[in-house]
């Protein structure tokens, strides 16, 4: 198994009561997780591109939890947890409702000071076997095999499986539109690898209601990004291990620009999501601060109307639940624990990277308009049979649509 097996975006959302399991509150991360609003292991992503995949991902790919036996329930969380436990050494075995009784391996015997086990994963339970952990998505427990697992980010070498057909049969033409311009045939060139980086994070929004996503990030050898998808691995691509017509190793300065900008691109894909989770939250904040605002009003309504019966001689002994000025400070110290429930947190934590042997290949096709014949040409992601945007033939950009202007060929943001 590769460093993909992480809980996809179907998976539960952490429960609340995950900071009231088995293992105490969560305090600090320790010192060495990546923690804060936009953080993550980058350091480590340099040491492990150009390096060997070592005898611990080699178990991983080894370690087979059987679904049947392992997983009655199928979740991609108690997937990764079984897999990655299997992989460093540990003995599972099914319990009862659905729990499992675990043998650590030596190293987590040591790292946990205990022997055994018993992992709960319902979220739903009200009361713990003894001595058991609530491990559901975002828990103590959760979180302590996360840094177990994140400790020594994994990492891995695969070659990508050419899809036959490498191109689609309309070429370029599935991705560029022409107007006033016909395609010609499209014919692909040989096939050749370049070396690809995907990196595996698992991002926590807290904040109101938590949430723990698996990102998979695939950077090429410049650093650009090429593909990011939501979601514990990428999607239609066959692989086996080794890397294929790549035999050198990337080199220091090679992988400090490559995890450099792999950060720049985790940055900007943090950003949108954490606007997108801030609208999706932002409703039930503003809910929750209007009903404690209405209550606050209406007690502080019938205090001022309390105020006027007694008149100005009143027992201080006859206010009933505070005057108004200690009723405004309760609310606004109440509306300010609201907000910071709410807040927005997002942890990132690097746990694995995968060094790809990537197909590509060029692609030629022709226009035609009358006298006008121009080649163009495109690489083609065979793994996947994705054609790239041709080049404009004026500004050299991206062309989503190429039209005819002026006797040749231009995009529409360069063509008069």
């Given at each position: 198994m590769s460093p993909s097996a992480t809980r996809k975006p179907g998976a539960p959302r952490p429960s609340p009561r995950a900071s009231g399991s088995a293992l105490g509150r969560p305090t600090r991360a320790?010192?060495?997780?990546?923690?804060?609003?936009?953080?993550?292991?980058?350091?480590?992503?340099?040491?492990?591109?150009?390096?060997?995949?070592?005898?611990?991902?080699?178990?991983?790919?080894?370690?087979?939890?059987?679904?049947?036996?392992?997983?009655?329930?199928?979740?991609?969380?108690?997937?990764f947890v079984g897999r990655w436990l299997s992989a460093v050494g540990c003995t599972l075995a099914n319990a009862a409702r659905g729990d499992w009784?675990?043998?650590?391996?030596?190293?987590?015997?040591k790292r946990w000071r205990r022997q055994r086990v018993r992992l709960v994963f319902d979220p739903q339970r009200?009361?713990?076997?003894?001595?058991?952990?609530?491990?559901?998505?975002g828990s103590s427990a959760g979180r302590k095999i996360l840094d177990a697992a994140c400790a020594d980010p994994l990492s891995t070498r695969r070659t990508a499986l050419v899809q036959v057909p490498g191109a689609p049969q309309e070429g370029i033409a599935a991705v560029c539109r022409v107007r006033g311009l016909a395609w010609g045939p499209p014919r692909l060139g040989p096939v050749r690898y370049e070396r690809r980086v995907a990196f595996h994070f698992v991002v926590t929004l807290w904040?109101?209601?938590?949430?723990?996503?698996?990102?998979?990030m695939l950077v090429g050898p410049e650093g650009d990004l090429l593909a990011w998808e939501r979601g514990s691995e990428l999607p239609e691509v066959r692989a086996r291990e080794g890397l294929y017509q790549?035999?050198?190793?990337?080199?220091?300065?090679?992988?400090?620009?490559?995890?450099?900008?792999?950060?720049?691109?985790?940055?900007?894909?943090?950003?949108?999501?954490?606007?997108?989770w801030e609208r999706g939250v932002g409703r039930q904040r503003e809910d929750e601060l209007a009903r404690l605002s209405n209550f606050f009003a209406a007690r502080i309504e019938e205090e001022d109307e309390r105020s006027r019966r007694r008149g100005p001689n009143g027992d201080e002994s006859e206010m009933e639940g505070g005057d108004a000025t200690s009723l405004k400070l309760e609310w606004e110290r109440r509306a300010a624990e609201v907000r910071h429930r709410w807040a927005l947190r997002t942890e990132v934590r690097m746990w694995g990277l995968e060094e790809w042997a990537w197909p590509v290949a060029d692609l030629e096709q022709e226009l035609r308009a009358g006298a006008v014949h121009l080649r163009l040409t495109s690489r083609v992601d065979v793994a996947r049979g994705r054609p790239a945007l041709p080049a404009c033939p004026g500004c050299q950009a991206p062309a989503e649509m190429l039209v005819r202007a002026r006797g040749g060929v231009a995009c529409v943001r360069c063509a008069p």
């Amino acid at each position: 198994m590769s460093p993909s097996a992480t809980r996809k975006p179907g998976a539960p959302r952490p429960s609340p009561r995950a900071s009231g399991s088995a293992l105490g509150r969560p305090t600090r991360a320790p010192a060495g997780v990546a923690t804060g609003r936009r953080t993550a292991r980058m350091s480590a992503v340099a040491a492990g591109a150009g390096g060997a995949a070592g005898p611990q991902a080699v178990a991983m790919e080894r370690a087979v939890v059987p679904p049947d036996e392992m997983l009655p329930d199928g979740v991609a969380w108690r997937d990764f947890v079984g897999r990655w436990l299997s992989a460093v050494g540990c003995t599972l075995a099914n319990a009862a409702r659905g729990d499992w009784e675990v043998a650590l391996a030596p190293a987590l015997q040591k790292r946990w000071r205990r022997q055994r086990v018993r992992l709960v994963f319902d979220p739903q339970r009200p009361t713990l076997p003894r001595g058991a952990w609530f491990t559901a998505p975002g828990s103590s427990a959760g979180r302590k095999i996360l840094d177990a697992a994140c400790a020594d980010p994994l990492s891995t070498r695969r070659t990508a499986l050419v899809q036959v057909p490498g191109a689609p049969q309309e070429g370029i033409a599935a991705v560029c539109r022409v107007r006033g311009l016909a395609w010609g045939p499209p014919r692909l060139g040989p096939v050749r690898y370049e070396r690809r980086v995907a990196f595996h994070f698992v991002v926590t929004l807290w904040g109101g209601l938590p949430a723990q996503e698996p990102w998979v990030m695939l950077v090429g050898p410049e650093g650009d990004l090429l593909a990011w998808e939501r979601g514990s691995e990428l999607p239609e691509v066959r692989a086996r291990e080794g890397l294929y017509q790549i035999a050198d190793a990337l080199a220091p300065e090679a992988c400090d620009r490559m995890a450099a900008r792999a950060r720049e691109h985790l940055e900007i894909l943090l950003g949108r999501r954490e606007a997108e989770w801030e609208r999706g939250v932002g409703r039930q904040r503003e809910d929750e601060l209007a009903r404690l605002s209405n209550f606050f009003a209406a007690r502080i309504e019938e205090e001022d109307e309390r105020s006027r019966r007694r008149g100005p001689n009143g027992d201080e002994s006859e206010m009933e639940g505070g005057d108004a000025t200690s009723l405004k400070l309760e609310w606004e110290r109440r509306a300010a624990e609201v907000r910071h429930r709410w807040a927005l947190r997002t942890e990132v934590r690097m746990w694995g990277l995968e060094e790809w042997a990537w197909p590509v290949a060029d692609l030629e096709q022709e226009l035609r308009a009358g006298a006008v014949h121009l080649r163009l040409t495109s690489r083609v992601d065979v793994a996947r049979g994705r054609p790239a945007l041709p080049a404009c033939p004026g500004c050299q950009a991206p062309a989503e649509m190429l039209v005819r202007a002026r006797g040749g060929v231009a995009c529409v943001r360069c063509a008069p």
